[in-house]
């Protein structure tokens, strides 16, 4: 089978990362994954929320927002209607937790490592795209601030999902709206799970789905992995 | 391994469900998870969102709450904050999934099921025990209205995790709080997954580990499933 | 005249008294006053608000909210609106300041005693017996910090009213609804007022219907404190 | 016993009400108890409520507010913090109960009158200078739209209190700081009761002391009401 | 030319302040321009915003609202809606500038100004009616804490346009619902601009139009400086 | 005089502009102004505001934001706190009013144009950046939707102040931060002004200051649109 825009089910769409992308951050890049855009960035603050306030140990907090013309239709900014929608807690949430997962933050020193996305355009992946560039841009501040002996492993994330029954990676827009599973993993670079969601779309889904979901995230993410690396001229 | 509370490591807590327990709601039950304890309601309401307007479908939504003192230390009320925190939002809207994910939706005709999970008590595992309670009030609700033949199968939910080493099945507050490995799970009868959100918390898990916690949760969803068939008077 | 449910027009509806209903609080009980069913905890904060620090005297306040389906019709939940409503307001206040007036806060020490009213089912009173619930929990937790000293007199609180002419004693929600006259009283043992709130709707009312329905609502609340007394184990 | 303005304990303060205070407003007058400063205004709105609609019956809702300087201390505006405070709810309630009370809805038609109640100077008493002076806002705007036949009878409201033993008609805020029992009474011209709402502060109160609070209220409201008709130009 | 309210093109409004107008403030007037009607009061706290703590700076900030019957039509109350329009936000600001401008911070010590502009009757040019007073109310404030050397010049403002084709001084409010351009000017008494905020509506404006505007304006501040300085009785 | 990056005092920075920057949106664009970049863009949406509807006529509305990390500090999102601040709604409402200077909204007919622009990097001159870009994404989408007849003239703005007593034209921030006099201008390409707002800050600024200055606006307004024509490949 090949997908709308030509890819085979297991092939990732063309990864961009554009590494100090904001010149005031610590840490920044553009991330692309195929029209999906996504401005991340990381900001370094000397202190820490009061429940780690004295323990030495430091913290990492995400925010996710997209510009209302990023999708398809306007959609209404959340500084308008003056809340945050559900949704995107959920995100925000998911990428601090997959941060921490990477970092060892005891040996951050008291400081808050404060995570940006924002999507510009949005294609399906924001989310995915958001976790992985957002561990370059972390990986960026870190650097600057002579700290990247706190960073454990490399961490990406991508989507993968069920449409028509077939098992497609990377999902875009247009297949996100369609699936009928949608599977969203974080995984670092030595292959375990710092988080899976799997949610089915009006059908559920069986034991044996799930382990070839998993297997072609698993395939997804190690190329993410390369990719950062690279642009950040780590080697492997 | 012999749990604080004397459990085995893959053994529920007692369940019990009180059913009909609120007077005026179309389906209620008191459910009981060990100590946490949650009132959940079924509303029906004779109107759909703007979206399925004309449609002749329907649709069901949830809203979860605590209780200030279902907790340890007292929390503060989010009518009083004036927003729902992040954490709620993700509850209600897996609850919501979960639910959709058991119903033919075209078969409710245009009305919307409201349901409500109010945790009284709370000792670990608030969202499966909500998830597990809002099903038998959403069966009895369309048991009352005469809508049964739109459900599909029976969905309940628990949560497994990792502690100190050790996998276990439906933690409890402290357990929880210790977790290394947190795992919430929604089945159906035929042991299919509706949701998995499994986070590690300041570590990653691997393939394994993950094979087993699911195998875990597929039994205690079981004994679930065979509890709700009990008290709605449904043979298996 | 008989009421649609049996009862004469001076006489109370059954009630009911849980004690300790909810495990971590240090005070609490659900209370029922026919089928209005009230959990009320009370939960000791080991600090005071602003205007009181450094007097060594104590604080009570009070929080008061309904599950949405307690009422006939579902209500939308106040944290879902992000505003509490006038009556929620009007409600808090008045526990508030019915059991300020039933201790001496001088004696309380620097501790604040937050009260939480939650209304699992509604029909009618469901503030005077948040009231007179309100007290049996303060009064538990007293007893647990042992600072029963500070406790001066018990008080209760209780509905009366005019319908179709007739003065009833503790209205159910359908005698409310069609109410001409609407008072909630609030007393001490010795019989003195901590509060009288007095409403004539769509119509006044006289001096000699005052006086009536005060002598009503001191035998109602006579009748309340002795339950209270019963419930805590305490002389009368 | 003279106090510290000179007053007896059952005088009012010098009462002023300039009509047609207001050039857009249909009704509306200031209104002076002492220094106490209201602008009241009656607006008509050609439309009800939605639980009114069709009903071919009026409404009247009232708003209350006070400049941040009226006070002593500057208060901050709701409108900057966002909310509405209890305490302002509360009035707003009072005030619109109050003025239904003294009109006959169904002789309306389908309109709201919306009264506003603006506290420009703050000395004890502003909501039952706001009760009184929002009935002549009314009468007027009702005068103007002809439909002065829906008013039953005059309304005016008071407050009496007891101070150091002592009972005290319209407290200014002085001795409203120190009131140990605070009463607000609204009645007719008949001498009928509107409503009724006693608070001890710090202590109860016996039958005895609130027979005699009612009492001095009765004379200060017949004195209201006196004033009312002379500003309106209505016999007595 | 003859305006409506025949005046000359050139001509301010009837202009009338009453000082020490609330009996709290440190500082306070009415001021009237024509039918537009503003109570200021200036009101000094002893503390200054976060930024300035330990600068021996002070600081000046404003508030300025309407009461829901200032205008023709009942307009929404700020505080019911829970937010400040930008309209509002914007004269608040627009104030704040002004007086700054005519105040020597550095001179005040650690003290915050309020100032507060309340509106109650609308009928054009209320935001430079309030610059006007808020002045007067500032300069009393001063006088009373004995600071006066902090005032530099006296400011004021007056608002121009072009309705007609016509250039105009002090717009009223029909003038102002039909201008084509519309200019608010703040100046000193040396003729010195603080602000000009000058906008076309559905047309622009040219420089000699522009000019002349300005010109008009400057007359217009002279008057209104020479009004305060006989108010505050201050010689010229 | 050199500035700090070397422009002379009536030099504009570097502009850039990179026409279809977003594929969703009928126009939009990236506008740079030196290190000061803003995402414009242009949404059509079939629908009036209630004032307009029924009149033929269209309306233009604008929003505006920055990206937390735009700037050297990290800000806190205005979605975060739940509302816009003064200054955005300031901005939001003049950029709108710039805009609909520029078209004869009788000839869009009943739609609305909403305008986002949203600042990824700050360096001062957001707001007239905006205006500016925001221009280019407005004739962009009338061009896709066959509109152009609709557009007078092209607009555009620019900010010019007075930095240690020199007259300085479009301000970075270092430059905006020091400013004594702030100015910004929106002119046509005729030369009129659409908008004018000068605003002195700690001082004020003589008749003689401000002709410079809006001369010196003027020569920058006419490189801008000959900028905006060159992207858009219209002829001057």
């Not at 002579?146 to 490399?154: I, P, R």
């Amino acid at each position: 089978m090949i997908r709308s825009d030509g890819r085979r089910p297991d092939q990732l769409r063309p990864v961009n990362i554009v590494l100090d992308y904001i010149k005031y951050a610590e840490g920044s890049c553009l991330i692309e994954f195929g029209d999906t855009k996504v401005i991340c960035t990381a900001s370094v603050e000397e202190k820490v929320p009061p429940f780690l306030r004295g323990t030495g140990q430091g913290w990492i907090t995400a925010e996710y927002s997209m510009l209302p013309r990023a999708t398809v239709q306007r959609t209404v900014r959340e500084a308008a209607k003056g809340k945050l929608t559900g949704r995107t807690q959920e995100i925000q949430r998911l990428i601090g937790r997959s941060l921490r997962s990477a970092v060892d933050l005891s040996r951050l020193g008291e400081i808050t490592l404060w995570i940006d996305c924002d999507v510009i355009q949005a294609d399906g992946g924001t989310r995915t795209a958001s976790v992985t560039g957002a561990f370059v841009a972390l990986y960026r501040a870190l650097q600057r601030i002579d700290k990247l002996e706190a960073v454990n492993l490399f961490v990406a994330a991508v989507s993968v999902g069920i449409v028509d029954g077939v098992l497609l990676l990377d999902l875009n827009y247009e297949e996100d709206s369609k699936a009928e599973v949608d599977m969203n993993v974080v995984m670092n670079e030595r292959g375990e799970f710092a988080e899976i969601q799997g949610t089915g779309e009006g059908r559920t889904f069986t034991r044996s789905e799930l382990d070839n979901l998993l297997e072609l995230a698993s395939k997804g993410i190690g190329k993410l992995i390369q990719k950062q690396k690279e642009v950040l001229e780590v080697g492997s």
